[in-house]
């Protein structure tokens, strides 16, 4: 079978050929994949990390159909169609036990699989994909199921509150889509790129699609114009900066996305004190999982078609031109197909 694989020393793709793996415990199954997902945070973790094992182990975001299963499973069976969720950690510290698998402390997420033919996932990492949900919108399940955590923490989020989305890439346009998808209407996407805002302004959702410099000057222009929640998804620091002095008090800074590791940013503790902002991350959490699907099968194709969200199937052997596509800011994410 066809494997993508990067090579920790080089740090580059390669095409291989693996045999194709067999069901390696009574649990676990075998699954062909159709798609799987890649975007530009892989690249920047593939730039930046030095980990060799994290560099071996990309494998989020798959779908496909089983082909095959181990002796003890029962609620899958063969032919069912399937998407692989986050990590479901060991069930058994104190993280598993308080609904937070994402920070199991045994940190035995291990490998599934990198992009390729056929994989092999314990049924403890898989989800069925209802009929009305195909297993090529199903792939956004993994961002969807990152907003949909973000909502838990950053919530309650009311109707009157003045959000501002900052950085308009995959993950805050899907942000856009899921507050106008749940009747959100005072919402504002500041992003440099103009390509990214057009993304969103052919939705047609009505928002304010501004720059990072339209932003300052409305805050110099419109003093009392501040947000009730920053949703910020740009992972750029200046812009963490900023979104800060945007906050309104008792004001929310959701971070989305993941910054470099190496990047810094200025707080002021007397500001965060005396106007009571809080500032969280937000993860991935395999038990917001099974929501995300649910909502990608409510927002169906008015918010999630692929030419609309800029995102583009490559065969796995493009993956070449994949990657550069990504380089280039053409497309706002890459999913590989695999049949
Ligand atoms: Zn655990």
Redesign the pocket.
Known sequence: MQSLMVIPKTKKFELVQRSIPKVSGPDHVLIKVAYAGFYESDLQLLEKSTDEQKLMSFRHEITGIIVDIGNHVTLFKKGDEVVVGPNA?????????SGK?H????E?DSTIGIWATFIVAPVNRIHKVPENVSLQQVILAKHLSHLVNGWDIAGPITISMNILITGAGILGTLWACMLHHQGYRNVTISDDNQKKLNVLRKMNTGFSLITWDKLKENQKTTPNNYFDLVIESSGDPSVMELALSLLQKGGKLCCCQMASPNVECCMHPFEVFMRELSIFGVHENCFSFQMAIKLIGAMENRYLNYDSLKIKIFPLKQYQEAVEAIKRGTVSKVVFSLD
């Not at 950690?89 to 036990?97: D, E, H, L, S, V």
């Not at 920070?103 to 045994?106: L, V, Y």
């Open positions: 950690g060991c069930g058994c510290c104190n993280f598993c036990r698998p920070f199991c402390s045994m035995n």
